[in-house]
C-alpha cells in the first residue's frame, strides 16, 4: 500500500529564515504529490501540487517544492518565513491507476514560527 | 463562490447520542470524503463516495454512518457505537476518485462528546 512519510513531527524556524520540510512516499508508479497547509481549527488548504514535467514546482504563498524520484522525496522550501505561516503541513499521493479513496496522507509536521 | 460547507462548526454532544455532521459543496465534484483528525495522527479516513447512492468504508469506518442520496450532499452521522467520538472531523471533495485529483477540504467540525 502506498505510503507517506513526514519525518519531523515539529519544525522551529525564525522568522525570516529558510524552511524545508520533508516528504518521502512509498516506490509505486508514477505519484501524484501534494502539500496542504492546515490553519488551526480549519480545513486544508492547496499549497502546490506535482504530476509531471518541471521537478521543481511553484505554489501560493511562495513556497515550491521539488520531486526527487530517486530519493522518493517530495520536500516543500520557503525561502523566508513570515509569522503567518506558523500551522500544520501536511504532505499527500496518489497514483494513476489507484483506489478509488484517493490520496493518502502524511501525519503532519508542525510548523512554529519565533520572532 | 464554490467551495464546501461543513456546518455547525462546533458540535456537543452527550454520549450516547447518534449526531448528523452536515457537508454540501457546490463545486459540481463526484468524489467526497470524511476524514477523521486526532492530534499527532493525522487525517484517518472514514468513509469516501464515487458517486450518488455508492459509498464505501475508509479505514476506520467503525461507529459512523454516511449517505449520499444528492450529489452535493454527504452527511456523516456518528453514532453511540462510536467509542471516541471526540475530534474534529473534516469533509473533502474532488472532481474525480483515485489518486490523482486533488481534494478541497471544508472547514470542520469540531464534536465534543462528554
Known amino acids: 500500500a502506498q505510503s507517506v512519510t513526514q519525518p519531523d513531527i515539529h519544525i522551529t524556524v525564525s522568522e525570516g529564515a529558510s524552511l524545508e520540510l520533508r516528504c518521502n512516499y512509498s516506490y509505486g508508479a508514477t505519484p501524484y504529490l501534494f502539500w496542504y497547509v492546515q490553519s488551526p481549527g480549519q480545513g486544508l488548504q492547496l499549497l502546490l501540487k506535482y504530476f509531471s514535467g518541471d521537478t521543481l514546482v511553484q505554489g501560493i504563498k511562495g513556497f515550491e517544492a521539488e520531486f526527487k524520484r530517486s530519493q522518493s522525496s517530495f520536500n516543500l522550501r520557503k525561502p523566508s518565513v513570515h509569522w503567518s505561516d506558523a500551522a500544520e503541513y501536511f504532505c499527500?499521493?496518489?497514483?494513476?491507476?489507484?483506489?478509488?479513496?484517493?490520496?493518502?496522507f502524511g501525519k503532519g509536521t508542525h510548523l512554529i514560527i519565533q520572532p | 463562490d464554490g467551495g464546501i460547507t461543513q456546518s455547525p462548526k462546533y458540535l456537543f454532544r452527550k454520549e450516547g447520542q447518534n449526531v448528523t455532521l452536515s457537508c454540501e459543496q457546490n463545486?459540481?465534484?463526484?468524489?467526497m470524503y470524511w476524514y477523521r483528525q486526532d492530534p499527532g495522527q493525522g487525517l484517518r479516513l472514514i468513509y469516501y463516495?464515487?458517486?450518488?447512492?455508492?459509498?464505501q468504508k475508509g479505514d476506520i469506518a467503525e461507529g459512523y454512518s454516511v449517505s449520499r442520496e444528492k450529489k452535493e450532499s454527504f452527511p456523516l452521522t456518528v453514532t453511540s457505537a462510536q467509542k471516541n467520538p471526540t475530534a474534529f472531523y473534516l469533509c473533502?471533495?474532488?472532481?474525480?476518485?483515485?489518486?490523482?485529483?486533488?481534494?478541497?477540504f471544508g472547514p470542520g467540525t469540531r464534536l465534543t462528546v462528554t
Open positions: 463545486l459540481n465534484h463526484d468524489a
Open positions: 463516495s464515487q458517486i450518488v447512492n455508492d459509498f
Open positions: 499527500a499521493v496518489g497514483y494513476s491507476g489507484g483506489g478509488a479513496d484517493g490520496l493518502t
Open positions: 473533502a471533495s474532488s472532481e474525480g476518485t483515485g489518486g490523482i485529483y486533488e481534494q478541497y
